[in-house]
C-alpha cells in the first residue's frame, strides 16, 4: 500500500470507513503462495479468471454439470490454460441427481443451477425452474487421474458439503480449498456457514482468508481454506512486529 493510500486510509478510518484490496485477482490469490500442479475448478461455469491467472502453469480440471458450458470455456480458455472439461455434477457418491436451472424474468440462470430445491422465498423471485438429470461423481475419483499437489475450488451453489464429503483422499494432498459457502437460507435443507467450516476441519482445513468476504448484500462469500498444519497458521503478529523494530532502531 503507497503512502497516498495510507494517508488516504488513515484519514477515511477515522470517519468510520475502512479500505480494503479487491482479493479477486490473480495477483492477490498467488501472493497467498500456494504450490500446486492441478486446480480443479467445480462448478465453473464461464470461468474463473482469477484463478487462472494465480496459477498459469498448473494443469486445470473444470467440472461443471451443464454440458452447454464447454463450447464457451474452449473459446474463452482453450489458448490461455491447459485444461480437461468434466461434463458432470461432483457430490459424496457417483450417481446420478437432478440440477435445477432457474429462470428469473426472461433469463436462464445457469450460474444459479443447483442439486438441491430452492426454498420458497427464493422459488417466488423465478418464472420457471428446468430439472435436468445430470451424472454425479467423486472428487476422488476424478483427482486420481491427475497429479499433485492440488488446489480445490467449489461453486456448486449449497452443494459445497457433499463435493467435500467425496473429497477424502484428494484433500490429503490439497494446498488449498476455495470456496463459495453459503451465508443465508437458500435451498430447502441447506447448510449454516459455521457446518461447512465443522467439515473443512474435519479434514484438517481451516478458514484462510476471504476473497470476496461476507456482506448484507450477499447470500455468500468467497473463503479459503488451508491445512492447518501448514506455515500459513505459524504464528505471527504485524503490529508487535512493528512496534518491536521501532523499540530496536530507537
Not at 493510500?5 to 484490496?21: C, D, E, I, W
Not at 474463473?48 to 452447454?68: C, M, Q, R, W
Not at 464447454?70 to 440440477?99: P, Q, S, Y
Not at 427464493?122 to 492440488?150: C, N, W
Request: hydrophobic share 40%.
Amino acid at each position: 500500500m503507497d503512502e497516498t493510500v495510507q494517508r488516504l486510509s488513515r484519514r477515511l478510518k477515522r470517519r468510520g470507513y475502512q479500505v480494503l484490496p479487491n482479493k479477486e485477482t490473480g495477483e492477490y490469490v498467488r501472493s497467498l503462495g500456494f504450490q500446486v500442479q492441478t486446480v480443479f475448478d467445480v462448478g465453473v461455469a464461464g470461468g474463473t479468471a482469477h484463478l487462472y491467472a494465480a496459477f498459469p502453469e498448473s494443469k486445470f480440471v473444470l467440472i461443471e454439470p451443464i454440458a452447454d458450458y464447454e463450447a464457451k470455456l474452449r473459446r474463452k480458455w482453450a489458448d490461455k490454460i491447459d485444461f480437461d472439461f468434466h461434463a458432470c455434477g461432483v457430490g459424496a457418491e457417483n450417481g446420478e441427481t437432478t440440477l435445477r436451472i432457474p429462470t428469473v424474468g426472461a433469463r436462464s440462470m445457469g450460474t444459479r443451477a443447483t442439486m438441491l430445491e430452492f426454498d420458497d422465498a427464493a422459488t417466488a423471485q423465478m418464472s420457471k425452474i428446468e430439472e435436468r438429470h445430470v451424472p454425479v461423481k467423486t472428487l476422488d475419483e476424478i483427482a486420481s487421474s491427475y497429479k499433485g499437489p492440488f488446489g480445490l475450488k467449489i461453486d456448486t451453489e449449497g452443494f459445497e458439503i457433499e463435493v467435500v464429503r467425496g473429497a477424502s483422499e484428494m484433500l490429503k494432498n490439497c494446498a488449498f480449498v476455495l470456496a463459495e459457502v453459503s451465508t443465508r437460507r437458500r435451498y430447502q435443507g441447506g447448510y449454516k456457514f459455521s457446518d461447512f467450516v465443522s467439515v473443512m476441519a474435519e479434514h484438517g482445513f481451516e478458514l484462510h482468508d476471504f476473497i470476496r468476504p461476507p456482506s448484507l448484500q450477499a447470500t455468500d462469500c468467497d473463503a479459503i481454506f488451508a491445512p492447518f498444519n501448514s506455515s500459513l497458521f505459524d504464528y505471527r503478529d504485524l503490529k508487535l512486529s512493528r512496534v518491536a523494530s521501532k523499540d530496536t532502531k530507537s
